[in-house]
């Protein structure tokens, strides 16, 4: 005898969707209750199906859920907000792939409210921003890094404990040293990089717009992001490999 599905009511953001069978989806969902869980749409690559945008990345809305053993239904869902705007811009849409990949990554090891919240956050900043993506990307980066138990030390040197003037990324653990503490292998973050990230913890994404980037500086934090998440992570982010400098 079958168990009985229970429904339950959540939002949450659409991380990935997969093809499954015919016309069914199975989405990665980053919810505001249950964290990132997965469940599949039935029907939903028919041309007339009503919950279409619902099994597309970057869909924020409140999902109705038929939860079974082997995988929650998606029974209905109402949109919250749209960030259709983000798969207009090359530039967004790269940048908003990386913030959902990271949730998937962090997603199951961090607290729940906290990261969703700043996702919201994140995603909203960047479908009004025109220019300077990157910047939104650096910003949720350093959250994740606190959320995650791997909070930066932007004032003084992880081993020496002294002001720094300049930065090193440590390569076994990540964290940020002067240059007289950082061993073979370290990764210099400059100057310019180091002074913005020290000025944009301290801001909310409603902010971020006083602050400007150079091509050079973006390109210094694709790569900042990147060794960060090698090392904290195991693995890169497959969305940034697909920039260009």
Do not use: W
């Given at each position: ?71 929650s239904v998606i029974t209905n ?37 906290v990261l969703f919240y700043a ?85 909310d994404f409603d902010n971020l ?37």
């Amino acid at each position: 005898m079958g168990v009985s599905a229970k429904s339950v009511v959540t939002q949450g953001v659409v991380l990935s969707a997969v093809d499954y069978l015919d016309n069914d989806k199975i989405v990665s969902i980053f919810t505001q209750d249950f964290g990132v869980i997965s469940a599949k749409i039935k029907g939903v690559k028919k041309g007339n199906a009503k919950l279409k945008f619902a099994a597309l990345p970057f869909c924020y809305a409140q999902f109705n859920l038929a939860t079974r053993e082997e995988m929650s239904v998606i029974t209905n869902a109402v949109e919250v907000e749209s960030y259709f705007k983000l798969t207009q811009n090359y530039d967004a849409l790269i940048i908003g792939s990386a913030i959902l990949e990271l949730v998937s990554m962090v997603g199951p090891s961090c607290e729940t409210e906290v990261l969703f919240y700043a996702l919201i956050k994140a995603l909203h900043t960047l479908a009004e921003f025109t220019t300077h993506h990157s910047i939104v990307l650096l910003r949720f980066m350093l959250g994740i890094l606190k959320v995650s138990g791997y909070q930066l030390n932007l004032q003084a040197c992880a081993k020496c404990n002294k002001h720094m003037k300049e930065a090193f990324v440590e390569p076994k653990n990540g964290a940020l040293v002067c240059a007289a503490c950082a061993p073979f292998g370290a990764v210099e973050v400059s100057s310019e990089l180091f002074d913005m990230l020290r000025g944009m913890i301290k801001v909310d994404f409603d902010n971020l717009g006083q602050f400007a980037i150079t091509k050079l500086q973006e390109k210094e934090a694709f790569l900042f992001v990147q060794k960060l998440c090698d090392i904290h992570y195991g693995r890169l982010l497959n969305s940034l490999k697909q920039v260009m400098f």
